[in-house]
């Protein structure tokens, strides 16, 4: 069992940073691939990014690649999620999660645990 806690959400303006960090229960974190997705007012969840368990391959959304950068630290047991140059269409509920699957995964259902989520509002 994992359980997953975000944090480092907020209300920015466009242009602007944001770091959101998940912070994982457990021992076997390192054997879990990580990953990010949101989900804005009126739309489906979808996926952001995901950091594998072993060699940290990470993997993008066109929409966001170049602008967010996930990373974790497996002796923290944490993820994170650097976001850069917000714009307002990134504005959703962000939800870290994790799962058993090898490799990179981007799929919201091979992830097996999920966080309540934190709210990122970005202004125009």
């Known amino acids: 069992q994992v359980q997953l806690v975000e944090s480092g959400g907020g209300l920015v303006q466009a242009g602007d940073s944001l770091r959101l960090s998940c912070a994982a229960s457990?021992?076997?974190?390192?054997?879990?691939?990580m990953g990010w997705f949101r989900q804005a007012p009126g739309k489906e969840r979808e996926f952001v990014s995901s950091?594998?368990?072993?060699?940290?391959?990470?993997y993008y959304a066109d929409s966001v690649k170049g602008r967010f950068t996930i990373s974790r630290d497996n002796a923290k047991n944490t993820v994170s999620l650097q976001m850069n140059s917000l714009k307002s269409e990134d504005t959703a509920v962000y939800y870290c999660?994790?799962?058993?699957?090898?490799?990179?995964?981007?799929?919201?259902?091979?992830?097996?645990?999920w966080g309540q989520g934190t709210q990122v509002t970005v202004s125009s």
């Open positions: 950091i594998s368990a072993s060699i940290g391959d990470t």
């Open positions: 457990g021992r076997t974190f390192s054997r879990y691939v």
């Open positions: 999660a994790a799962g058993r699957a090898l490799g990179v995964a981007t799929t919201a259902t091979l992830f097996d645990y």
